[in-house]
């Protein structure tokens, strides 16, 4: 079993930055590959980034490549994703799942979830 906990989410404005950051616990984080997806009111849950266990493998949706970042620390059980040049069209729940793949991050294939964090990007 794996529990996570997101944090990091706030208010930004657009071309801000915001660190979000997924705690995990239970000894096993080290072997799960990690994924942040991002939902909207109305909107499906949408892939975001993914990384693999060793994290020696990032994957992204198209429409963050180059603005947002995957990375993880298995020492500290922790995976993040920082957020550049934000757009309005980002703001959306931010949560992180471990359990499945790292692509192509297919939302059922995950186990566990977080709660989420929050993101909002003002114009």
């Known amino acids: 079993q794996v529990q996570l906990v997101e944090s990091g989410g706030g208010l930004v404005q657009a071309g801000g930055s915001l660190r979000l950051s997924c705690a995990a616990s239970?000894?096993?984080?080290?072997?799960?590959?990690m994924v942040w997806f991002r939902q909207d009111p109305g909107k499906e849950r949408e892939f975001v980034a993914g990384?693999?266990?060793?994290?020696?493998?990032?994957y992204y949706a198209d429409s963050v490549k180059g603005r947002f970042t995957i990375s993880r620390d298995n020492a500290k059980n922790t995976v993040y994703l920082q957020l550049n040049s934000l757009k309005p069209e980002d703001t959306a729940v931010y949560y992180c799942?471990?359990?499945?793949?790292?692509?192509?991050?297919?939302?059922?294939?995950?186990?566990?979830w977080g709660q989420g964090t929050q993101v909002t990007v003002s114009s």
């Open positions: 239970g000894r096993t984080f080290s072997s799960y590959a």
């Open positions: 990384i693999t266990w060793s994290g020696s493998s990032t």
């Open positions: 799942a471990a359990g499945g793949s790292a692509w192509p991050g297919i939302e059922t294939d995950f186990r566990f």
